[in-house]
């Protein structure tokens, strides 16, 4: 995008890190394996990618 507004923007979300929720401890205290990231890594150096999301049920 060239500078043009979301076409859905009424559709996005923000990450949950955007709403102060600590991603990275809430995903270790219930065990699961997850490996920090950074931008220069290389994919080699990281075990596995791991992708969280979150449901609220209302």
Known sequence: ???QRCRF???ARPSIE???ID???M???VGWEIYPM?????ASEVPKGTL???VIVY
């Not at 950074?38 to 290389?42: L, V």
């Open 27 to 29: 995903v270790a205290q």
């Open 9 to 11: 923007s009424l559709r």
């Open 23 to 25: 991603v990275y401890r």
């Open 38 to 42: 950074a931008t220069n890594m290389k």
């Open 52 to 54: 969280v999301g979150l």
């Open 1 to 3: 995008m060239e500078s």
């Open 18 to 20: 955007a709403v102060g």
